[in-house]
């Protein structure tokens, strides 16, 4: 099958370009302005931006196990709605995946279920240290730092250093440190207001953990990814170790990523959501979200992820603090960015930067994050003049509610390419596309610092 998608504003590692894209199979072929060429399929997107396909590299997609609060086809059909063609997705599932054995079991699932293209993490424990030497076909390894949802824990300092020192796949940690928010906890026992929960899960416990874990990778030479950056002090504590780095030649380890809540909601919403916005890491101050503004603009952060994680709307409505932390967002989360382009916070080419090459670069994934020759067509048509309004009875996710219900977006996905097969369109998907599992070449060691 052969595509000609022509007239399109084309997002190119060079700039916004008015051009034409061949796609041939699974594979752009061609970028090219004066294209003459026979296709199966020609596409006039004249008037809209053609950009690649999100990779969100952290989700919880809750399968197997939790299947009541998402599963692999409602997660990954929301995915291809909202312009997400990748998606890394973590291991607190049920079971774990903390064993090669069951990282195959969900990477079976995948390839069965999923709509877009997919990898896995696996899960670190005290214990499984062989697991994580061993592992394979994952981007890499978890570590929560400090608890969340599900009971996967490392926090002893001895268990830390034998992952940073004794394994070799790049990883990535959830940070709150886990003593500050168990004694958080104890002095707000019995307060049912979940606005406590920024108190309990405050910015001490997030810049502990992410002090402890750039540490490690620093003294262990080890690539290392922070997840949702919540606060200004760690990005602080990102912007020293770039400065540190600029001194000498030394090639950067240390990569972070922000998501839309952090940017977009404080604490100044709990008021209007209530549980519905409890995450961890927790909400933090609109002095926070400008400091996470403007780390990415500045480069200290690099990715755009949604960490989403679905919990049914029944879980939510307990008193916290038996209320369940998560939200869903990958159907929202480009065009959640894309209004931000036409508010005139950013531009669409950091938009893709950090949704779509940095996480490609971030976990050494071939062959996407960018529209060229050669790479994976996958790829999203978006009109940016667009403007719906986010509603719970539309969401895809099976747990059917957004924390942006009732906010009017302009710049929303309309048409999304999964490895040249077309998987949305214009509300609907097509059941019978299936995605990929991505390949991970770990041996380029991110690439995501490099120019080109
Ligand atoms: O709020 C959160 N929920 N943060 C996490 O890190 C885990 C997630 C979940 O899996 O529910």
């Known amino acids: 099958m052969k595509t000609l998608i022509k007239n399109a504003q084309v997002v190119l590692p060079a700039g916004l370009v008015q051009t034409n894209v ?32 999100v990779i969100d590299d952290q989700v919880h997609f809750r399968e197997p196990g939790l299947a009541h609060k998402e599963d692999l086809r409602t997660a990954s059909r929301a995915c291809a709605k909202g312009g997400v063609t990748t998606f890394l997705e973590m291991p607190n599932t049920v079971p774990a995946a ?26 670190a424990t005290p214990h499984n240290i062989d697991e994580l030497r061993r592992a394979r076909n994952t981007p890499g390894i978890k570590i929560f730092i ?13 268990a830390l250093e034998r992952i940073f020192a004794e394994t070799t796949l790049p990883i990535t940690a959830h940070c709150e440190d886990e003593a500050t928010v168990r004694a958080n906890a104890a002095r707000f026992a019995g307060v049912a207001d979940v606005a406590v929960h920024s108190q309990i899960r405050d910015v001490a416990a997030a810049t502990i953990a992410t002090r402890r874990a750039i540490d490690l990778a620093v003294r262990h030479r080890r690539r290392f990814h922070v997840l949702h950056v ?42 209007r959501l209530g549980t519905l916005a409890q995450m961890n890491p927790s909400l933090k101050t609109a002095d926070d979200n400008r400091a996470l503004w403007r780390a990415l603009a500045d480069g200290c952060i690099q990715v755009v992820a949604t960490d989403h994680a679905p919990h049914t709307l029944q879980e939510k409505a307990r008193p916290y603090p038996h209320s369940p932390s998560g939200m869903p967002n990958v159907e929202n989360s480009l ?37 060229a020759p050669g790479y994976d067509a996958d790829l999203v048509l978006v009109d940016m003049n667009l403007a719906r309004t986010v509603r719970n009875e539309e969401q895809f996710a099976k747990c059917r509610w957004s924390a942006w219900h009732g906010a009017e977006l302009t710049g929303w996905p309309v048409r999304t390419w ?16 299936r995605g990929a599992e991505a390949q991970f070449d770990h041996a380029r060691g991110g690439s995501w610092a490099t120019a080109d």
């Open 98 to 123: 903390t064993t090669q054995r069951l990282l195959d079991d969900k990477r079976r699932l995948g390839a069965e279920k999923s709509s877009v293209n997919y990898g896995f993490y696996i899960g």
């Open 335 to 371: 065009a959640l960015m894309l209004n931000e382009v036409n508010r005139g916070r950013c531009t669409l080419q950091q938009v893709v930067r950090w949704m779509c090459d940095a996480p490609a670069r971030t976990w050494d994934i071939v062959g996407k994050g960018r529209i």
């Open 230 to 271: 919540s606060t200004a002090a760690e990005a602080e504590l990102l912007g020293q170790y770039y400065a540190s780095l600029a001194a000498s030649s030394a090639r950067p380890l240390v990569t972070a990523e922000a998501c839309p809540h952090h940017l977009l909601l404080n604490v100044d919403d709990y008021w």
């Open 146 to 158: 400090g608890s969340s949802t599900g009971d996967l824990l490392v926090d002893e300092q001895e």
């Open 418 to 433: 999964v490895r040249g097969q077309e998987a949305f369109r214009d509300g609907r998907i097509d059941e019978t596309v």
């Open 22 to 53: 061949v796609v041939d199979g699974p594979r752009i072929a061609e970028v090219d302005a004066a294209i003459q060429t026979r296709a199966d399929e020609v596409i006039d997107a004249g008037g809209l931006h053609l950009l690649p396909g």
